[in-house]
Structures are given as structure tokens and as C-alpha cells.
């Protein structure tokens, strides 16, 4: 009953806010939703109409309501399935931005947790922070050894206010699983885990610096795509320090000319290294915006901002790729076919019905020139159609449909002419051959005959163990068991029929034990 009254009183004050910017309209999805509204515009009469589309609207908003509404903004742009493709792209650009805390706070932090007085870790330190978000800020600084590096340092008290927010956001998704059955498939439930989880792993900085670690190895042979190294020594649960990149934001474009950098060679290399994070390795940056990619005078692409992370396992990414292939030749059977074999359509619905459904999005969209085909928008289309099929929320698969668009958006500011895909076809086409080709059932069947094979010594052995067990001790059973097997009573009498269902049972029962011993 407490925590009703205190999310009651919470949501209403959450209404307020957004009643003062006109962005109610998510509250239609809220159960009473409607009442709350009502009583937030009598409350909040100053409200700022504004011409500005909903979704920018609801942007305003939620960066007012503070720092877990902004995540929970940058996770609905994720979900065209439920607040629309227009909502969805506005929420894309919510910036993650919120003023500074002191210099003298963050030198006390980065001291109590490196256990060392700052003057030993720290020659200079600019106290002016070059970027202040809702999880942590950034200084540049310069170690004792010489090195230039940015230090981030995680906000005094985000735990508490997240934690405070996050129990209003589940107490909001269980009360729409309750009363709106229609909207269960979407996961509301499964969708604020997956927030909590991303921002508890994004508030322990080394999973952050473990993160960056991963990805510098997975590029450690590419000399066009640079991932800044961890300083170790000065990181820890509340602070980490990495390798200074210097260069211009992607999107500098002007600048970029005034370089001399080659704009579509730049393009294919992003949407290279872009490709081999989904479909090579399977973990992807999953917050590539522009202000955490830079270009320096050769060219070569730097990465910042581990944070957010998004990964894929193979057979994901083999259905992805098949699907994708699927809609990029036209072949809508097989999207279809696809979707079923992944069990991301139940099986009761029609594989027919639901190939013409894939034509209707992907028709529109494949239409266009070569340059305005999104394949993010394409996939968000793919998500709001889910629920005449009964097709439950991917949550793997929505991370990165947000990042396809964002670098999709990304590759038009840089060459507004050509195709990040189409750029990264001859790569497309090897994975596809290496991973779904005649090849790659051989080499599949290969390993698994490989794994048999290792497990081979373990079972005979397994099995001389048991035989050994029957053989020297014998199989002991109760007087009571082998009447039963026997199809007899245990008085001793037969019973009429011969064969009973209590023998049945046990006979099956011997018979997966000595399955059970075999295989271990």
C-alpha cells in the first residue's frame, strides 16, 4: 500500500511535468491513465504549447524529469512498436545532457577510490569538465607520467536516484501487464530490466573499461578504426581513465573537407568497422552518435563511451543476416520462413499471411533509391506488426535496430549519395558465405564431431563404471519393484492382464537410468 501511495503521488507529479511541455500521450498506455492527465493539466496550468512534434515535445520533458527518464526516453526510441515511427525518431536525438557537479567533488571521488593523494596520479587536471551526462562526467587531464587522458567520474548519489526512479518505472510496467493484456507481448516488464541492467553495468565504470578493453582487441589489426586504451592503474568502481583521442566529430563536415578527408571512403570504413561489430563479433557500440566518433588528420576513426553496449549471440545474427538477405533480394518467403524458424512467430499462425505482410513493409522501402533505403527503418516497421502475428518483443534485436538508424543517420551528414549497406556489400556477401554457405555446415558438422569425439572417452568410461556396478555388486531392487516389473501385485498374485501400468512405468524409468549413465 506504501509503495502504491508513493508511486501514486510520484507518477502525478511526473504528469506535471510532462502537462507543462503537452506531452501527455504517453500516458494513454498507463492504466487510469487518462484520470492522472486530467488532474496533471488541472494542476499544471501553465502548460508551454508548443508547435514542435510530440516526440520533441516529450524529449523536453524527460530531460526536465532528470537523469533515469532520459534513459528510459533513448530506450522508447527503440520502440516504434509502441510509440510510433515519429515519436521513435524524435526520442532518438534526446541529448544526454545535465549541468556539471564541482571539480573539487570529482577530485575527492577519483581520491577515495584510487586510494592515492591526487598529486600522485594527476600532473594537470582541467577542472572545467568537457561533457556532463546523466551517469558520469568527463575531464581531461594529464598523468604524472605525462599522458594525456580523459578521466570519467561517476554523479555523487546516482545510485539513490536511480533506484528511486527505477521502482516507479516497474510499478507502471506490472500495472500495465495486469490490466492491458493486449500490450503483454511488448515485455513492458522485460523492458525495464533490461534499462536497470544497462544502467547498473553503465554505473560500475569497469565493466565500462572492460567494455573498451574487449573492443580495442577486436580491432587491434585495423588501421582505420581506433579504440583508446584503459589506464588500469586509475580505474575503479567509480572512475575511469583512458587514452586521450584527439580529431573532429564525425559530423564536422565542413572540417572535415578543410582536412582533406576523403568523406565516402570515410563512410565505407565506418560502416566496415560497423558491420564487423554486429555480425563478426557480436557486440556492437550501441550509442554511436556523433560526439563519440572522431576523425583525425589521416583518417583514421576514433571510439569513445563504452556505456552502452549491445550483443548479439551467432544464431541471432545468422537469422538477422538471412533476414535481412531476405528482404534485400526480395525474397519474402523466406523473411517469412526466417521468422518461424527462429520461433519469433508462433507457429499457428500463417507463414503465407505473414510473407504478405513482410512485402507491404518492405516493398515501400526497398522502392526508393539506393541512398534513402534504411534498413533500421525497415526493421522498426518489421516490430510494429508483431502483434497480428502474436510475434513477442526481441530485446536483443531493438538496441541495435536504435543503432542502425543512428548510424544510418550518420552516413547521409557524411555522403547524403550513397548507401552505408551497399558500402559494405563485399562484406555482407563473404560473412554470408562463410556462415550460411556449403562451407559453413561442414565446418559446423566438423566441430560438433570434434566435440563428440572429446566427450567419447568420457562416456566408455562412464559406461565400464557402470558395468562394473552391475557386474560386481548387482542391481538391488526392492521385492515390491520387481513385482511391478513383473506385472504382478505385490501380494504376489497376478493381476489380470499380464503386463501392468505400474511395470510400464518402471521399465521406462530403468530405461532412462541406464540412458542417464551412459551419456553423463
Known amino acids: 500500500m506504501i509503495r502504491f501511495i508513493r508511486n501514486s503521488f510520484r507518477l502525478l507529479a ?3 511535468t510532462l502537462a507543462r511541455y503537452d506531452a501527455l500521450f504517453p500516458l494513454a498506455l498507463v492504466p487510469g491513465g487518462k484520470l492522472v492527465a486530467f488532474l496533471a493539466r488541472l494542476t499544471a496550468p501553465f502548460s508551454r504549447r508548443s508547435d514542435l512534434p510530440p516526440g520533441k515535445r516529450l524529449a523536453r520533458a524527460l530531460e526536465e524529469l532528470g537523469p533515469a527518464f532520459i534513459k528510459l526516453g533513448q530506450t522508447l526510441a527503440t520502440r516504434s512498436d509502441l510509440i510510433g515511427d515519429d515519436v521513435a525518431a ?35 587536471f582541467d577542472e572545467t569538465p568537457v561533457a556532463a551526462a546523466s551517469i558520469a562526467q568527463v575531464h581531461f587531464a594529464t598523468t604524472t607520467d605525462g599522458r594525456e587522458v580523459a578521466v ?19 510499478w ?39 567494455a573498451a578493453s574487449e573492443f580495442r582487441q577486436n580491432f587491434e589489426d585495423d588501421p582505420t578504426y581506433y579504440i583508446p586504451q584503459i589506464d588500469w592503474e586509475r580505474t575503479a568502481e567509480h572512475v575511469m581513465t ?62 569513445v563511451d563504452f556505456g552502452i553496449m549491445g550483443r548479439v549471440d551467432k544464431q541471432t545474427r545468422l537469422y538477422l543476416a538471412e533476414m535481412l538477405l531476405g528482404f534485400l533480394t526480395r525474397d519474402y518467403h523466406r523473411v ?29 522501402i526497398l522502392g526508393k533509391e539506393l541512398a534513402d533505403i534504411s534498413v533500421g527503418r ?23 535496430q536504435k543503432t542502425m538508424i543512428v548510424a544510418e543517420g550518420l552516413s547521409r551528414i557524411l555522403s547524403p549519395n550513397e548507401n552505408m549497406w551497399e558500402l559494405s556489400r563485399p562484406l555482407i556477401e563473404d560473412w554470408m558465405r562463410e556462415n550460411l554457405g556449403p562451407e559453413a555446415k561442414i565446418k559446423e558438422a566438423t566441430l560438433q564431431a ?17 558395468s562394473a556396478v552391475f557386474t560386481d555388486q548387482g542391481l538391488r531392487l526392492h521385492p515390491d519393484t520387481v513385482a511391478a516389473m513383473r506385472g504382478k501385485p505385490n501380494n504376489g498374485q497376478s493381476k489380470p492382464g499380464g503386463f501392468s501400468r505400474q511395470s510400464l512405468v518402471m521399465w521406462v524409468a530403468i530405461a532412462a537410468l541406464a540412458v542417464a549413465v551412459y551419456l553423463k
Open 14 to 16: 511526473m504528469a506535471r
Open 90 to 124: 524524435d526520442l532518438s536525438s534526446l541529448q544526454d545532457r545535465l549541468p556539471p557537479f564541482s571539480a573539487k567533488v570529482a577530485k575527492r571521488i577519483i581520491t577515495e577510490q584510487l586510494a592515492e593523494p591526487f598529486d600522485v596520479l594527476f600532473a594537470e
Open 152 to 170: 570519467k567520474v561517476l554523479r555523487p548519489d546516482i545510485r539513490y536516484r536511480f533506484a528511486r526512479d527505477m521502482d516507479l518505472f516497474y
Open 172 to 210: 507502471i510496467a506490472e500495472l500495465v501487464e495486469l490490466t492491458q493484456p493486449r500490450l503483454r507481448r511488448l515485455k513492458p516488464i522485460e523492458t525495464v530490466k533490461a534499462l536497470e541492467d544497462s544502467v547498473h553495468l553503465e554505473m560500475d565504470l569497469r565493466f565500462e573499461a572492460a
Open 242 to 303: 583512458m587514452e586521450r583521442v584527439k580529431g573532429v566529430r564525425i559530423d564536422n563536415v565542413e572540417a572535415l573537407d578543410r582536412m582533406g578527408i576523403d568523406r565516402s571512403d570515410l563512410l565505407a570504413k565506418a560502416a566496415g568497422a560497423f558491420f564487423q561489430q554486429v555480425f563478426r563479433d557480436g557486440f556492437f557500440h550501441a550509442d554511436m552518435h556523433p560526439g563519440n566518433l572522431f576523425v583525425d588528420e589521416n583518417g583514421r576513426v576514433s571510439l
Open 336 to 364: 517469412a520462413e526466417v521468422h518461424f524458424e527462429a520461433g519469433y512467430v508462433p507457429r499457428n499462425q500463417s507463414l503465407e499471411n505473414f510473407q504478405q505482410a513482410c512485402r507491404s513493409i518492405g516493398e515501400p
Open 378 to 400: 525497415l526493421l522498426g516497421q518489421l516490430f510494429q506488426i508483431t502483434e497480428q502475428f502474436g510475434m513477442e518483443t526481441q530485446p536483443q534485436l531493438l538496441m541495435l
Open 450 to 466: 570434434g566435440t563428440m569425439l572429446r566427450r567419447l572417452p568420457r562416456v566408455i568410461e562412464a559406461a565400464e563404471q557402470a
